[in-house]
């Protein structure tokens, strides 16, 4: 079976804590949605979504917004959007608050898949649910969640690997870094200070 690739960058986030659309914060003279628009266009997949809770005014005209159903409730919104919109055998997410994240780790994700199987990275107990890969069998489980009310993120990798439809990529020391949020404007400050 051919593995065909949807890449869809999670934005329905309210930035309450950093006070300002994260979307829009400039790194190295760009704007955060371009810079993981860039990196999820280097994966070269078969379509490129965007998720949100409304249109972003940033958004551009050749990509496919994927509007969570309202009421919106949170991230396994927007997931279980964009699982029964994709037309490929896997979705590979990304959060727009992960900046540090490169196209050839992601890259390395998505070569790991297999067919029916994603691939969802793991630090300590913390699943990384929004830098993962997921088979199109995933929607099934999603909606049940939605549906029940269990909108954690968590529960639903821990259910998808419990069904054998992930698997974990144990995130090493090196890589812990691409992982690092900026969800608050001293997060995006010490980002900056950094990488100076």
């Not at 659309?21 to 628009?37: N, S, V």
């Not at 037309?87 to 608050?97: E, K, P």
């Not at 297999?114 to 199109?136: H, I, K, N, S």
Request: net charge neutral; proline share 7%.
């Amino acid at each position: 079976m051919i593995k065909t690739l949807t890449a869809v960058l999670f934005v329905g986030g309210e930035s309450r804590r950093m006070g300002a659309d994260k979307a829009t914060l400039m790194i190295d003279g760009k704007p955060l949605w371009l810079r993981q628009l860039e990196t999820l266009r280097n994966l070269r997949p078969d379509e490129l979504l965007i998720s949100a809770r409304v249109r972003p005014a940033w958004s551009p005209a050749d990509i496919e917004i994927v509007l969570d159903e309202p009421p919106s409730q949170g991230p396994l919104s927007g997931l279980t959007a964009a699982l029964r919109r994709m037309r490929s055998t896997h979705l590979l997410a990304l959060a727009i608050d992960l900046p540090e994240m490169t196209a050839g780790h992601l890259s390395e994700l998505w070569q790991l898949a297999r067919p029916g199987v994603g691939v969802v990275p793991q630090w300590g107990r913390y699943f990384e649910p929004l830098a993962a890969t997921y088979p199109a069998t995933a929607v099934s489980i999603a909606e049940s969640s939605l549906a029940t009310g269990r909108l954690s993120l968590q529960p639903l990798i821990e259910n998808l690997l419990a069904q054998q439809k992930a698997c974990i990529y144990p995130i090493c020391s090196d890589e812990r870094r691409l992982y690092r949020n900026v969800n608050s404007r001293d997060d995006f400050d010490q980002l900056i200070d950094a990488n100076g």
